[in-house]
């Protein structure tokens, strides 16, 4: 049984979040608002000093921004210059052209899941987001039909399968091998991919309804479909920039010595900020100079596609408050607890103490990194399979994406849904990856 304290903070973070979502859903306050005035209130019940309230929500804001603002910034001009040279619709129409309209949900399915090997979920999301309104556009289907198998690609890969840095914490925690790792994450996540993807987007679909004008897609979708696109293979290799900049910094350790110089320039081309500044930046050239746009003409369209991302910014912050304070409450502590006390098999064990975390703090990184560090010790005399143990851990982190998880506000606002239909569409299907890739994993132990 855990104490009396434990269960407090469990059932306070509980209502907490249970009345955050009444307000915005039901009496429609300002996420915003209600999120920082939640943080807050939980904070203060749960007994911390008053001192360190504010401190605490502002920690983990700037904690969460000083990564994804920049991402978001720079993914976001990148996606307007593929707007607006027509480079987001040629792949829009070559997709189209070779899956055919029936399998498109399939295709930004194995989009989602090739761009995401390399990269974060955030930065995979704002590099294909703009592909996703095109491919909606041109097929006169819904986004979530069109987008919801695309960010199941990329949170599958995001959860599951190395370089991510949360998956190569829990390889180095576990003693895995990286290899075998790769292939029994592969194993494990296609499938669960298209389960989560196109087989419930196609489920889903029929029960929301998205209403009224989106003012990021207006940012992304061209309007003028006429004139002459660029070629597919620039377009590729300008979206693909940041990608291979990535992955050279994730392989520079077998280019160079650690701690060389070589090795260390290596490292900061493949961070997302430096890859996507590049690409940005190249993006300008192939996209811009080269399909006839001026110097003042780019500048605009850089400036005006920011405005509308200034809200998600402020709500992923705000999500990243709210962890960071259920961290500093004890909440993710009594969680752990909870799990370690249950008799359950050691597979079931990391996915249940990765989903706890990950429920309480919003983060996958974190529940990842927490959770193998807590079943590691724990597990190492089981005899079961380190790498099965990483991809157990992973699909735990990424059970029920809700209000205080940065990606969930993601999607609403990119998606222009409610938050009703945000935990119908994105929640359920970040549950459905988290369960079916756990049920796979244990199908393996038994094979393997």
Request: glycine residues 10%; aromatic residues 6%; charged residues 10%.
């Amino acid at each position: 049984m855990i104490n009396h304290n434990g269960a407090f903070l469990l059932l306070l973070a509980l209502g907490a979040i249970v009345l955050l979502i009444l307000l915005i859903a039901r009496f429609k306050l300002n996420p915003f608002i209600a999120l920082m005035t939640i943080s807050l209130a939980l904070d203060a019940a749960s007994g911390m000093p008053l001192p360190t309230i504010v401190k605490a929500f502002e920690a983990g804001v700037g904690g969460t921004l000083g990564h994804i603002a920049i991402v978001v910034a720079l993914g976001t001009m990148l996606g307007k210059m593929m707007a607006e040279s027509g480079g987001a619709e040629r792949i829009a129409l070559t997709l189209i052209n070779i899956a055919g309209e029936k399998h498109i949900p399939l295709a930004m399915m194995v989009v989602g899941l090739l761009v995401g090997l390399p990269v974060f979920f955030e930065v995979g999301f704002v590099l294909l987001i703009p592909i996703a309104f095109n491919v909606a556009k041109r097929t006169g289907t819904s986004m979530v039909l069109v987008g919801l198998p695309m960010v199941a690609g990329l949170s599958v890969v995001h959860g599951l399968v190395p370089p991510h840095p949360a998956t190569l914490l829990a390889v180095a925690a576990y003693n895995a091998d990286i290899g075998r790792t790769v292939f029994y994450a592969l194993m494990v996540g296609i499938p669960t991919a298209i389960v989560a993807g196109p087989l419930y987007a196609r489920f889903v679909t029929r029960y929301i309804r998205i209403e009224g004008d989106n003012p990021i897609a207006a940012q992304f979708v061209e309007s003028a479909p006429q004139r002459n696109l660029p070629s597919f293979s620039l377009t590729l290799f300008t979206i693909l920039l940041p990608i291979f900049l990535m992955l050279i910094g994730s392989w520079a350790d077998r280019f160079a010595a650690p701690h060389t110089s070589l090795n260390d320039a290596l490292h900061l081309l493949g961070s997302a900020d430096i890859a996507l500044l590049l690409a940005a930046m190249v993006s300008f050239v192939t996209l811009g100079k080269m399909r006839g746009f001026s110097r003042a003409a780019i500048l605009k369209f850089t400036d005006e596609c920011l405005a509308p991302t200034a809200t998600i910014t402020l709500l992923v912050g705000a999500g990243g408050g709210l962890g960071r304070i259920l961290q500093d409450s004890g909440t993710s502590q009594a969680i752990v607890d909870l799990a370690l006390r249950a008799h359950i098999s050691i597979l079931f064990s990391a996915w249940l103490v990765a989903a706890m975390v990950r429920l309480a703090t919003g983060s996958a990184t974190v529940a990842m990194a927490m959770a193998s560090g807590i079943i590691a010790p724990i597990a190492l005399h089981t005899g079961v399979r380190p790498e099965l143990l990483t991809i157990a851990t992973g699909a735990g982190s990424l059970l029920f994406s809700h209000v205080n998880d940065g990606g969930f506000w993601l999607v609403k606002e990119y998606f222009n849904m409610s938050v009703a239909d945000t935990m119908k569409s994105w929640s359920i299907c970040e549950t459905i990856i988290s369960v079916v890739a756990l049920l796979l994993t244990m199908g393996l132990a038994v094979i393997i």
